[in-house]
Nanobody, 117 residues
Framework: QVQLVESGGDLVQAGGSLRLSCAAS????????MTWYRQAPGRERELVAS???????NYARSVTGRFTISRDNGKNTVSLEMKNLKPEDTAVYLC???????????WGQGTQVTVSS
């Protein structure tokens, strides 16, 4: 059974930092492209950052320069380092795994990030 479990969400002040992690199990982690999405109330789900099986990274324009995605295939984890957080970063952050780019096959339950002004 495939599981993606996110952790690291918290309440933080604007300008602060957080590190999110997503632990995968039940899958051949290294062959999947991994993506962080976020969803805020009343807004559509948004791609935040992705890292392919070949370690190619991609970021939303709104987080470029502030967020860094990385993966550890030995530990089956993907992380999202977030710096200089802004209130507009407030959302539930979800981890996903895809074999076909842009077509997530598995999703985690999400972790809440709240940034206060």
């Amino acid at each position: 059974q495939v599981q993606l479990v996110e952790s690291g969400g918290d309440l933080v002040q604007a300008g602060g930092s957080l590190r999110l992690s997503c632990a995968a199990s039940g899958m051949s982690f290294s062959i999947y492209d991994m993506t962080w999405y976020r969803q805020a109330p009343g807004r559509e789900r948004e791609l935040v950052a992705s890292i392919s099986r070949r370690l190619v990274t991609n970021y939303a324009r709104s987080v470029t320069g502030r967020f860094t995605i990385s993966r550890d295939n030995g530990k089956n984890t993907v992380s999202l380092e977030m710096k200089n957080l802004k209130p507009e970063d407030t959302a539930v952050y979800l981890c996903s795994a895809a074999l076909v780019p842009g077509a997530p096959k598995y999703w985690g339950q999400g972790t809440q990030v709240t940034v206060s002004s």
